[in-house]
């Protein structure tokens, strides 16, 4: 079964450094989604990408991150001048659509810890 | 904006016994309604999903209805197993691209 993949598993890095972080979506789905999640909190979107651009964006999205396809596989969030409080786990999702008969399918997370 | 909450964690059964993890949403359309699970070390899978009213979602012995008057889309399962602990989260989408989470519910089952 397809599924999406992402690396690394876990990335530690110092305060002010940035960070990238790689995804593969499912080979022929469109729309592309990062989230993250705070430990102990709740999962919240972060950015949908579709067609080379971002298609909608949280708050949380500041200038600080930006997102790429950079080539026909990968989907990457970067992070510069990491804070303290970046430090959760980030979820990457795919799906072949938008709406009620799309199910977005979720990577296994990267646990990004900022010292 | 919209919001789904959950009870909250650990729940903590002994196998056989029957699962309820309660979740109510608000939402300002006519969202779809999704519990995910997250075992250990794995990402987010869905379980099940409802799109509309009195619909019922099902998948390996888990239940939920869409219930629109109650804003209710509470998880049940009549006999649970200890490899079905897990994380278990609430969602929903009003369409467009993002899904809101609730906080996430962890359930310890014990053989």
């Known amino acids: 079964e397809p599924e999406v993949t992402q690396t690394p598993s876990h990335q530690v890095t110092q305060m002010g450094q940035e960070v990238i972080l790689r995804c593969v979506p499912i080979s022929n789905h469109l729309y592309f989604y990062w989230y993250r999640q705070i430990l102990g909190q709740k999962v919240e979107f972060l950015v949908s990408f579709y067609n080379n651009e971002i298609s909608e964006k949280s708050e949380i999205f500041d200038d600080q991150f930006s997102v790429e396809r950079p080539d026909g596989s990968n989907f990457t969030l970067k992070i510069r001048s990491t804070k303290l409080e970046d430090s959760a786990m980030y979820f990457c999702?795919?799906?072949?659509?938008?709406?009620?008969?799309?199910?977005?399918?979720f990577g296994p997370g990267t646990r990004l810890t900022v010292t | 904006g919209d919001s789904v909450t959950q009870m909250e964690g650990p729940v903590t059964l002994s196998e056989e016994a029957f699962l309820t993890i309660n979740c109510t949403y608000t939402a300002t359309g006519y969202p779809s309604l999704f519990w995910y699970v997250q075992y250990p070390g794995e990402g987010l899978q869905l379980l099940l999903k409802?799109?509309?009213?009195?619909d019922k979602g099902s998948n390996k012995g888990f239940e939920a209805t869409y219930r629109k008057e109650t804003t209710s889309f509470h998880l049940e399962k009549g006999s649970v197993q200890v490899s079905d602990s897990a994380v278990y989260f609430c969602?929903?989408?009003?369409?467009?691209?993002?899904?809101?989470f609730g906080a996430g519910t962890r359930l310890f089952v014990k053989a």
């Open positions: 999702a795919s799906s072949a659509g938008t709406g009620q008969g799309y199910e977005q399918y």
């Open positions: 969602a929903l989408r009003t369409g467009g691209f993002k899904t809101i």
């Open positions: 409802a799109t509309k009213a009195d």
